[in-house]
Structures are given as structure tokens and as C-alpha cells.
């Protein structure tokens, strides 16, 4: 019997298990947390379940070569990862500055992983064994296997593959893929032979045997015309499907970047096989000391029901990670997980969340995407929904009742995300009536992230008018209910397209609906995403017709002000954004107004100065008088005694 049953993080770990080598290492910027939201112990898990012998290397210091030496070296080849997320969004906030806290660190702390970590990782098992096979997977490598806008270098870089020098990238959701490669790489095939596993990219000096391929402007063009990058863009986004999905090649130099079409989906047998693994659902004991590991809160009483999101948000990069396929864990599965989840000892009752990506996309979008996969140039429900698309949540309805009927558990929550268009285009209320009834936990939260069209065009979010007609429907249903619970929508400064009038608009809305949201979200430019390549070349790449982006700080930070005009701090910039968009109408007393004049907010602080003086003399005066009765008593008790 193994008393420590995480996978091997040290050769103590593989003696206890009988073991004198491992076949594969998983490097990764992660603390270890075995638990099936994280993705290097789930392909660990998945290569354990086939047999592999695998151990776990987290968080090794860079500096220095010995951590990546102290599994030994691994007979079949290094996985290399930064993690859940991409190291440099991990590190750094939308302006640049350094983050307070690593969620995914013992005790939240920063400064345990490398910036690009996947590049500095790989150049480190490079030093510590020359001739072993390096596979990068995860977010940070998916997003950036073709050259990318890079954001905080403020340039185009290399594919993550090129630069790193890795052999083999793998992209997406890895299951799949790692099986088929360990398979070759077991049965002695060289990894530079290894290039037809679908959903992976290698470097080829040639294309002599690459066919049915398209080609995309090479770095050294997209790296100098934004036009052609914005191309190079479309054809990596069109071509992101396991069915119509084509090989692209993007030179690099001397050599060709080839990445093989999109792995298939995993089907529900194989996806509840993932969930099935003897994952321990918490960190290493070995961070105990630190606190533990805080990213395990979000997660550890959450469960997973599908992947995937056909909902194509243009700043998302779930279209090129997850894909737009939707694919559901069993019922079965999900109920399994959370009877494990209701003998936990620190459970108290309360599922946290019932989802994924998008909580109540519980099946394809359509019939036609089994034979002919998601459409090219159309979404499933943007600007409309389609007509072709599947609107039902039954299914899911029938799953949370079913969880929150097991005994042992008060109440399910469902906080993932949930498309409120989606459930307007459903003609039966009863899924929201339930969900308001259920599993709302006092407010929901949701995405409209807009409100003007032209940004919510180039969004790809539903209009307005449909978000107002969903927040008369929940609250009304709560009225029905006796129950008193919010909305809180999610909202996004500065998207492309998103000028200071855009902005103007919005605050506009906020005043009509007496809401100053707490958090605004500025638009963040990461890899893989279309806003990004909006972001970066001016140029939406689907059409190739020009948009508004909004770059200057100040610009920027207006648009932020307009969002919360209520704020006091902010009142300077919003005052500068009216004027600048001469909207002066909106300075004044009357009650479309933003803000009021400067003199009467001087006179309004002086009359606070002067009221707040008054209440500070009156308190000395009551203070001074106490004082003295004080005293008097005191001296009436001496002359007693």
C-alpha cells in the first residue's frame, strides 16, 4: 500500500512505488494540485491510466539545473507547461504592472515561475539532458504556436515552437494526443518522425510530405505588414475544426511551422474517463506549511459538466483551445464525482457551480456539426441565433435536480458562465425559473459586456434590447418567487471599436438603470484571440474593414471613468471625456446628467469642509462638557469621603 498517492515529485516518492525510472516527466508552472480543473496532473492521470509510469516536476527553479535532474531522466520524453494560465497574463495586470498574487503558488505567492515559463523551462531540460524528447502543451503553448501579437513586448513573436526549440507542440485539449504519441514513442519511434498526430505542431525543413495543406504569410511578413497578419489570422481561425479543418504551414526563416488539423473531440465514454482518474481533488501536503494552494478554493467543490463553447465571444480563445464542439460529461459521471465531493471532510453542503465555459451548453450546438463540423464564416448565435440550432436545457435541468436531491448537499450552485441569449431563444421559461428558484446564490452574474452595437458587433454578443428583455424576465421571475436577488453584469472598457462616444453610451445606460458596477474590466490582448488581432492591426480580419482600437492611456482611462462616473475619484477624467466628445449636456443639474459643474462640486466639498468642522467642534464642545461633569463628580466624592 502507497501512503502518499499523488503522482512521483521526488525519487522517495518513486521507491515507495517500485520504481527505478519514469517514462514520462510533467514540468509545469503550477503548483502540483491533483485535481481535474488542472491540466498537467490530468494528462499525468491520463498517461498513468495507460500504464505509463509519470511524475510531476512544479514549479522547479529556473536558476538552476538540478531541479529539472531530480526525477531523472525520463525514458520517453519531458511535457513542458506554464500552466492553467499563460504565464504572462499570470504575472502582469492589463497596465502592465507586476501582480500581488500567484493563485496557483503556495500561499499565493509570487515570483515562483518564469516569465514565458514554457521557453525557459525547455531551455533548462535542454541543459539537463541533451537528447531527450521535449513536448510543449498547455494554454501558453496553445495560444502561440503560430507567430503572435505579443502584448507585453508590443510586437509579433515567433511561434512558441520555434523559440523554445521543443520537438513537439501539442495543441488544445491533450488527451488524445499524448496517447497516440506515447504509444509511437514507446514502440521506438524516433520523435522527428512523429508528424501526423492530429491537433500537434512540428517544425519541418521541408514540405515534401505535408499535403492538402494552406499557407499563411510567414513571421517575417506578419512580423512587418499588419494587413498579412491580420490574414494569417483569419485562415488559423476559419480553419480551427476537427471535420473541414486543414493543415496550415507558416514559414519561419529556413524552416516551416506545420500544425496537423484539430484532434476529434473526446466522446462522453472518454471524457468520463477523465474524470474517473484517482485524483486526490487537492494540493501537495508538501504546501500545507505555505498555506496551501488558494486557485483549490474556486474548484474543490465545483464540478466540470462539459467542454467546449460555440458561443464565439471574439475575446475569447476558447474557439482555439477548447474548440466551438460541445462535449458533456454522462449524468453519471457528474453524480459520481459529486458523492466523492459530498465525503470530503471539509465539505460543508454547497456545490459551488455546475458548468464550463458556458454552464447551459450541455450538447452540440447542431445536428450538422457531426458530418460537417461548425460552420466557416457563421456562428451559432450571433448576430441571431441560428435556426439551425438545438435550444433545450432539459437535460441540464434533469442533472441539477438529480444533484441537488443527493443527500448530503443543501444546495447547488450554478456560477459559470451563462449565455442569456441562449436562454431567451428557449420558449420555455422553466429552466430559468428553476435556475432563479435553485441555484442562484443571492445574485447572477452575467456578460453583456456592452451595450452599443458597433462594439457588440465586433464582440460577437447578442444586442441590447436582448439583454433588457432578459433582465425584466429574472426579475420578474424572482418577484413571482418572493425572492430578492440581483443581476451583475460583467462590463469591458476599451474593446476595439469602443470609441469615448461608445463609452459615453454605456454610462448613459448605467444612469437609466441606477447601476454603478464595483469592477470593470479593460480589455486585456491575449494570444489567440480575435480581439487581439483587432487589438493589434486596426483591421477586423473577418472582413478586412477597418476599426476604432483605443491605445492611449489617457483615452483608455477615461473609458474606464465613464463606466463608474459616480465614483468621485473619477470625476476629473469623466469630465475631460465629455468634453472632449462634446457632450457638455451631460455636465450639469438635471437628471440625464453624469456630473455637476466644478464650482458646485467645490462648493459641495466646501459645505461637507465646513459641515464636517462643525460636527468635529461640536464633538470637542460635548467632549470638553463630559470632561467637566467628570471632574465636578470627582470633586463632590473627595469632599464626601
Not at 512580423?223 to 493543415?247: H, L, M, P, S, W
Amino acid at each position: 500500500m502507497i501512503e502518499n498517492e499523488f503522482l512521483p515529485i521526488s525519487k522517495e516518492d518513486m521507491k515507495k512505488r517500485g520504481w527505478d525510472y519514469l517514462d514520462f516527466i510533467i514540468v509545469t508552472g503550477d503548483a502540483y494540485v491533483d485535481h481535474p480543473s488542472f491540466g498537467g496532473p490530468v494528462i499525468g492521470r491520463t498517461l498513468e491510466g495507460a500504464g505509463y509510469k509519470v511524475g510531476i516536476i512544479a514549479q522547479p527553479d529556473w536558476r538552476k539545473v538540478d531541479d529539472f535532474k531530480k526525477l531523472g531522466k525520463p525514458r520517453l520524453g519531458f511535457l513542458v507547461t506554464a500552466g492553467n494560465i499563460d504565464s504572462m497574463v499570470n504575472h502582469y495586470s492589463v497596465s502592465k504592472k507586476r501582480r500581488d498574487k500567484d493563485l496557483y503558488s503556495p500561499g499565493g505567492k509570487m515570483g515562483l515561475r518564469p516569465d514565458r515559463a514554457t521557453i525557459v523551462y525547455t531551455n533548462m531540460v535542454k541543459r539537463a539532458y541533451k537528447k531527450v524528447p521535449i513536448i510543449l502543451g498547455g494554454i501558453e503553448a496553445s495560444l502561440r504556436r503560430f507567430a503572435h501579437y505579443d502584448y507585453w513586448d508590443d510586437k509579433v513573436r515567433r511561434s512558441i515552437l520555434y523559440d523554445s526549440e521543443a520537438d513537439l507542440l501539442i495543441y488544445g485539449m491533450g488527451e488524445n494526443q499524448v496517447l497516440e504519441l506515447a504509444e509511437y514513442l514507446s514502440s521506438g519511434v524516433n520523435i522527428k518522425h512523429i508528424n501526423h498526430i492530429r491537433g500537434t505542431v512540428y517544425k519541418a525543413d521541408t514540405l515534401e510530405n505535408v499535403y492538402d495543406y494552406v499557407k499563411i504569410p510567414a513571421f517575417e511578413d506578419v512580423f512587418e505588414d499588419k494587413i498579412k497578419y491580420a490574414q494569417a489570422f483569419n485562415v488559423q481561425y476559419e480553419e480551427q475544426d476537427n471535420i473541414r479543418g486543414k493543415t496550415i504551414v507558416q514559414k519561419h526563416k529556413d524552416e516551416y511551422i506545420v500544425q496537423n488539423p484539430p484532434t476529434d473531440p473526446l466522446d462522453q465514454e472518454n471524457l468520463d474517463k477523465v474524470f474517473s482518474y484517482p485524483y486526490m481533488r487537492t494540493y501537495h501536503p508538501i504546501y500545507e506549511k505555505d498555506g496551501g494552494i488558494p486557485a483549490i478554493k474556486e474548484v474543490k467543490f465545483s464540478l466540470i459538466s462539459e467542454r467546449g463553447c460555440f458561443g464565439s465571444c471574439s475575446f475569447c480563445a476558447l474557439t482555439f483551445h477548447q474548440g466551438r464542439v460541445i462535449q458533456p460529461r454522462s449524468q453519471e459521471s457528474i453524480i459520481e464525482e459529486a458523492k466523492s465531493i459530498i465525503s470530503d471532510k471539509d465539505f460543508k453542503g454547497y456545490i459551488h457551480d455546475v458548468g464550463g465555459p458556458t454552464a447551459n451548453f450541455r450538447h452540440r450546438a447542431c445536428e450538422k456539426q457531426k458530418k460537417h463540423g461548425t460552420c466557416k464564416n457563421k456562428q451559432c448565435l450571433f448576430p441571431k441565433p441560428c435556426n439551425n440550432l438545438k435550444v433545450d436545457h432539459d437535460e441540464y435541468l434533469e442533472l441539477l435536480r438529480k444533484l441537488r436531491s443527493l443527500e448530503g448537499i443543501k444546495k447547488v450552485f450554478v456560477r459559470s458562465g451563462l449565455r442569456y441569449d441562449y436562454i431567451m431563444a428557449d420558449k420555455k421559461d422553466k429552466f430559468l425559473k428553476e435556475l432563479c428558484e435553485h441555484h442562484v446564490s443571492g445574485q447572477l452574474k452575467v456578460a453583456p459586456e456592452h451595450i452599443s452595437p458597433r462594439v457588440l458587433k465586433l464582440m460577437g454578443k447578442p444586442g441590447r434590447n436582448v439583454y433588457d428583455k432578459f433582465v425584466d424576465k429574472y426579475y420578474k421571475i424572482n418577484d413571482k418567487l418572493g425572492k430578492k436577488q440581483f443581476l451583475v453584469p460583467y462590463l469591458m472598457s476599451s474593446h476595439p471599436g469602443s470609441d469615448l462616444k461608445a463609452a459615453i453610451e454605456m454610462a448613459e445606460y448605467l444612469r437609466d438603470m441606477k447601476y454603478q458596477p464595483e469592477q470593470v474590466q479593460d480589455f486585456y490582448p491575449t494570444p489567440g484571440t480575435l480581439s487581439t488581432c483587432m487589438f493589434y492591426t486596426g483591421f477586423d480580419p473577418r472582413n478586412m474593414k477597418k476599426v476604432y482600437v483605443p491605445k492611449d492611456r489617457r483615452e483608455k482611462a477615461m473609458q474606464r471613468a465613464l463606466l463608474q462616473y459616480r465614483n468621485p475619484k473619477n470625476y476629473e477624467l469623466v469630465k475631460e471625456a465629455l468634453e472632449k466628445a462634446g457632450r457638455l449636456d451631460l455636465i450639469g443639474h438635471g437628471p440625464k446628467c453624469l456630473i455637476r459643474p466644478r464650482e458646485d462640486r467645490k462648493s459641495y466639498k466646501g459645505n461637507r469642509y465646513k459641515q464636517g468642522n462643525k460636527r468635529q467642534n461640536e464633538r470637542s464642545r460635548n467632549k470638553k462638557e463630559k470632561n467637566t461633569r467628570y471632574e465636578k463628580n470627582q470633586g463632590r466624592k473627595k469632599k464626601k469621603r
